[in-house]
């Protein structure tokens, strides 16, 4: 399962000296239009970020007064909306942790700050404390013992990777030695933390944070110069995303920390990857040379399949162990729909 994250950086060579795979050859494969989960009553728009394994997906709709509300969806489709903190005017879910007990996401204040917070499964919310100082921080993932990621500005302005425990107690998650900021964007069941580190020039590398706290950088692909790490498996698999020049390259890596480059679509010109599982099935959008992202899933092998639906955008977030994946699809109006592909 994973999220997507404001980690858009640029990157450095990293130090970790591992071998880059070769990006896998594309096919053209399709695969059946997913489902509309539709919206909340009175909304036009929505959007969903993750599913996973006992089926619910999470992501956010409008509502009859324009706010968005963090939305859960069931198996059998049904949409409970999940509020803000007193005071605040929107909501969004990024991820529901495998026993279905916590949602995490962020809720929007008047003036424009973000406050993370912990739902759990009947809609009570709970604010996350943030580093003193804090504007705008975001609780991106949840595992089943409840221990949530993410990241929040310090009094310097700087992101900082955060961490909470399941009885919501705040750390901070170091950048790699000499870098001066950091984010993280999910966390497994086992306790690795993915995410990115920046140097005071704007490079990034990927990185990922053990247990323990301990960070360790993952190369890129010689002569890309942005990575980042988005998403993570139970098995020691990781994905992200890295640049050249314009171009944006969807990574792989395996439990040793060789990379590969995930190939788009055929005749498409770029692609990002969002989410793994355990069986190494990665997620997340491509690119076609107009700019339109179409939904795409690879293999464990590394081909890549269209995940039909819409008539526009399309891309996809979240994938759980059994293959169904979550995100969205266009309407001839220009909306977005939440939308499951189940495999």
């Known amino acids: 399962m994973k999220t997507q994250s404001a980690l858009r950086i640029a990157a450095v ?27 909340l009553p009175g909304g036009n728009n929505s959007l969903a970020f993750d599913v996973n394994n006992g089926g619910l997906v999470v992501g956010y709709s409008n509502n009859s007064e324009g706010s968005n509300r963090a939305v859960l969806w069931d198996k059998q489709g049904n ?47 709970t604010e996350l404390p943030a580093p003193a100082g804090s504007t705008i921080a975001r ?5 089943d013992a409840g221990t949530v990621v993410g990241f929040a500005t310090g009094s310097d302005g700087l992101y900082k990777a955060v961490r909470w425990s399941a009885d919501n107690k705040l750390s901070l998650l170091p950048p790699l030695p000499g870098d001066q ?8 069941n086992t306790g690795t933390t993915a995410g990115y580190s920046k140097d005071a020039q704007g490079g990034s590398r990927a990185v990922l944070w053990n ?38 390259h969807a990574l792989r ?42 939904a795409v899933r690879w293999s464990a092998g590394g081909t890549p399949t269209h995940l ?16 169904s994946t979550a995100g969205f699809t266009s309407t001839t109006d220009g909306k977005n729909r939440s939308t499951l592909w189940e495999d």
């Open 79 to 125: 949409a409970d909306a999940f509020g803000t903190l007193p005071g605040d005017t929107d909501s969004v879910a990024y991820t529901v942790n495998d026993k279905g007990t916590a949602l995490v996401g962020r809720s929007y204040v008047p003036n424009g700050a973000q406050r993370p917070v912990k739902w759990n499964r009947t809609g009570t919310i």
């Open 253 to 294: 890596w395996s439990r040793s920390g060789k990379v590969t480059e995930l190939a788009p679509l055929p005749g498409d010109a770029s692609a990002q990857a969002f989410g793994v599982n355990d069986s190494g099935t990665a997620i997340g959008f491509s690119v076609a040379p107009d700019g339109q992202r179409k």
């Open 181 to 188: 900021a950091s984010g993280a964007a999910w966390i497994t």
């Open 211 to 248: 247990r323990a706290g301990d960070v360790t950088a993952l190369n890129a692909p010689k002569g890309h110069t942005g990575a980042q790490a988005i998403s993570a498996s139970d098995t020691g698999i990781t994905v992200g995303n890295s640049v050249t020049g314009e171009t944006s």
């Open 13 to 39: 060579a990293v130090a970790a000296v591992v071998t880059a795979g070769t990006a896998t050859a594309a096919s053209g494969a399709e695969q059946t239009a997913g489902t509309d989960l539709g919206v």
């Open 308 to 323: 039909t639906g819409g008539v526009g955008h399309a891309a996809v977030y979240g994938i759980n162990d059994f293959g």
């Open 139 to 143: 609780a991106y993932a949840v595992n």
